[in-house]
């Protein structure tokens, strides 16, 4: 959201936009990836993550490949590397996400690809 951001911000109607707020759109459209959910207004909104998560998964799946000559246990630790990530990505930029909410999906996307 940031690369988008600096490309389109000489158009006129990006005037009112801050970089802080593409930065906070990135971390919901991260935080929505996840499954997690985002509050507007006192109204939650919750997407079940479908296409991107499944990517996510083949691209762990892919950052793993080396792993494949040492045990289980090294693979697994993509799951809190993940997880930790995922948390610092939502929390620290999401404008309206809630960074917990997501935890099940920062969990289950890695297990799943390793």
């Known amino acids: 959201t940031m690369i988008a ?5 000489s158009n006129s109607w990006m005037n009112d ?3 802080r707020d593409a930065l906070g759109l990135g971390g919901d459209l991260w ?3 996840i499954g997690g959910t985002s509050v507007v207004g006192g109204v939650h909104y ?3 993550p479908t296409l991107v998560g499944a990517l996510l998964i ?6 793993l490949r ?11 630790f993509a799951v809190p590397g993940f997880l930790l990530t995922s ?3 939502a929390g620290a930029s ?3 996400s809630h960074w917990w909410t997501g935890t099940l999906g920062a969990i289950l996307i890695p297990l799943i690809g390793s």
């Open 5 to 9: 951001y600096l490309t389109l911000r």
């Open 17 to 19: 936009t801050t970089p």
């Open 31 to 33: 935080a929505a990836v």
């Open 46 to 48: 919750r997407a079940i």
């Open 58 to 63: 083949v691209l762990v799946r892919l950052l």
């Open 66 to 76: 080396n792993t494949a000559g040492f045990p289980r246990s090294a693979a697994l």
């Open 87 to 89: 948390w610092l990505l």
């Open 94 to 96: 999401g404008i309206y």
